[in-house]
């Protein structure tokens, strides 16, 4: 519960709107949990750990962009780890990984290494995140919108080349993950998901990360749910903004 304070010790580009930092704590994580990254004087933000000592993140607001400008030496305010994290129940399994989606799923399949394939997806070939991480793992399909690494497509058209798994594993843009979800269904296998909603409190107290009809709370039940918990619910076609309203995807 206690906000930690933690030193920036590195910075790696990943691509051109994500960045690694490394921070000079290692957390006792399982892979899919998250923490509190409080950015003073900006905000407080849930970010999966890639690393046991790193997070892995995509510029898309003010908080992610005041990140984005810290350097080595600065300081941040960390809370958790929070949440369940995977729990592989059958093996081997399939990682799908979906943009910045890679990050909770490389510690995964490192974990899981010579027991798990994985299909990657990004816009394009530079976008692609921990490649020779999941690559060092398994066998690796990549699938490039531009079609600059890969296949020239999504991850889900690549879903009917894996084969001989026994449960799917996705994180990354919600539609990507429903139709995961739908194939998953379609061939009769266990399915886990990373969700992303608001989250405020992070320990369960305020609400707004509950998902219809369940009112499960990402912050503490998830992140990761089963696709037999999200089926028939919410996920895939909306979710609640920051002040509640349902939103479409
Ligand atoms: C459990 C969990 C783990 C996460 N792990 C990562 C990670 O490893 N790397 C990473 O880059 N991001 C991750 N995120 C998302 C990240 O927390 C948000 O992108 C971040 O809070 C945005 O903050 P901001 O102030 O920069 O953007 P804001 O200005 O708050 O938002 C910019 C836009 O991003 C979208 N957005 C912001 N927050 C959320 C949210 N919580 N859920 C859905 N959409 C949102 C909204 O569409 C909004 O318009 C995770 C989220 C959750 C819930
Ligand atoms: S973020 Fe407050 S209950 Fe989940």
Known sequence: MYVRNVEITGIKSESKDIKTFFFNYSFQFAPGQYVMVWIRGVDEIPMSLSYANGITVRKVGDATDALFRMNV???LGMRGPFGNGFAIT???????????????????????????????????GGELLF???????GPLLIATEDGSAGFKGLTIDLLNRADGYQEIVSCGPEQMMRKVLDHAVEVRVQSQFSLQRYIKCGVGLCGSCCIDPSGLRVCVDGPVFTG??????????????????????
């Open 228 to 249: 037999k918990q999200l089926n028939d619910g919410e996920f895939g076609r909306y979710m609640r903004d920051a002040t509640g309203r349902k939103v479409k995807f």
């Open 131 to 137: 490649r020779e991480r999941f690559e060092s793992s």
């Open 73 to 75: 030496g600065d300081s």
């Open 90 to 124: 059958k093996l081997p399994a399939l990682i799908v990984a979906g943009g910045v989606g890679a990050a909770p799923l490389a510690p995964l399949a490192e974990m899981l290494k010579g027991r798990v394939s994985t299909i990657l997806g990004a816009k394009t």
